[in-house]
């Protein structure tokens, strides 16, 4: 897998604003990222984090401002960037090795498809269940499997939304763990939405709070925190508690500001 070109761009969203109708969704959202950088998003629900993903993977195009990703508009399909979702969204007529050889073949990557898939499958802790269909696996092996099948597009910049949202707290660990081996081969640029502000400072090197509604930059907390990472081992220590506990003063800002401000207009 490809490792971010030296004098790659990052991100860039200026002055970023969104209404739904007469709701306005975010306002004035400024993020700037280095390539590589992997960035976490937190805030409250209804807050405009996904709108926000939406927009830098080019899935909806915003009303105002600025967005640049890797220095050009973001547009939808674009071959450098990938989207994961909170739901495997596997195609369930296909196996797991299928599933992956699909994506593999929608990017043309070159290169042997099954050592590839073998490899990936592996990688993810799923040997053996290649020929699997998506009705006979786990929820939390399928989202292996869309974890796979994400990296295989190897793509410059991936954009994922709750991933492991919906699995129990044993399985989230194990698949954070394999999402950072996987992106310490790659170092893709990464934007995570998530509600959990263990998995925003075990995986990421910023993390930037959003307001509630309209969604707006409340603060963007580094997590200066050694590289390779073990998820399991941080929690052990006191700086990971330390930060814990500044990001969860921030998120009652931002939770405080939704009680002040309960219609989310501007």
């Known amino acids: 897998m490809s490792v971010a070109a030296p004098g790659q761009e990052g991100i860039r969203i200026e002055a970023v604003s969104h209404r739904y109708g007469d709701v306005a969704i975010l306002d004035g959202i400024?993020?700037?990222?280095?390539?590589?950088?992997?960035?976490?998003?937190?805030?409250?629900?209804?807050?405009?984090?996904?709108?926000?993903?939406?927009?830098?993977?080019?899935?909806?195009?915003?009303?105002?401002?600025?967005v640049l990703v890797g220095g050009r508009p973001p547009v939808e399909g674009r071959a450098d960037t990938a989207r994961m979702f909170a739901r495997d969204a596997l195609l369930p007529w296909r196996t797991a090795s299928a599933n992956i050889d699909f994506a593999l073949k929608a990017r043309r990557r070159p290169g042997n498809h099954d050592a590839i898939t073998a490899q990936l499958l592996e990688d993810v802790g799923l040997t053996g269940f290649a020929d699997n269909y998506p009705s006979q696996l786990?929820?939390?092996?399928?989202?292996?499997?869309?974890?796979?099948?994400?990296?295989?597009?190897e793509s410059d910049f991936l954009f994922l939304d709750e991933p492991f949202g919906a699995l129990d707290a044993q399985t989230k660990?194990?698949?954070?763990?394999?999402?950072?081996?996987?992106?310490?081969?790659?170092?893709?640029?990464?934007?995570?939405?998530?509600?959990?502000l263990g998995e925003a400072i075990a995986l990421a090197d910023r993390v930037v709070v959003m307001t509630a509604r309209p969604g707006r930059i409340l603060a963007d907390v580094p997590i200066d925190l050694p590289r390779p990472r073990s998820v399991?081992?941080?929690?052990?220590?006191?700086?990971?508690h330390d930060l814990y506990a500044q990001l969860w003063d921030s998120l009652e800002q931002a939770t405080a500001s939704a009680r002040l401000h309960p219609g989310g207009n501007a």
């Not at 590589?36 to 405009?48: D, E, H, N, R």
């Not at 660990?173 to 959990?196: F, G, N, P």
């Not at 399991?232 to 990971?240: M, V």
């Open 138 to 153: 786990s929820q939390g092996m399928r989202q292996r499997v869309a974890l796979a099948r994400t990296f295989s597009l």
């Open 232 to 240: 399991s081992a941080l929690q052990k220590t006191r700086a990971y």
């Open 173 to 196: 660990l194990v698949l954070q763990e394999k999402l950072l081996s996987l992106w310490e081969r790659t170092r893709s640029t990464v934007v995570l939405v998530t509600h959990d």
């Open 30 to 66: 400024r993020i700037e990222s280095r390539p590589g950088q992997f960035i976490a998003l937190i805030g409250p629900s209804g807050c405009g984090k996904t709108t926000l993903l939406d927009i830098m993977c080019g899935i909806r195009k915003h009303q105002s401002g600025n």
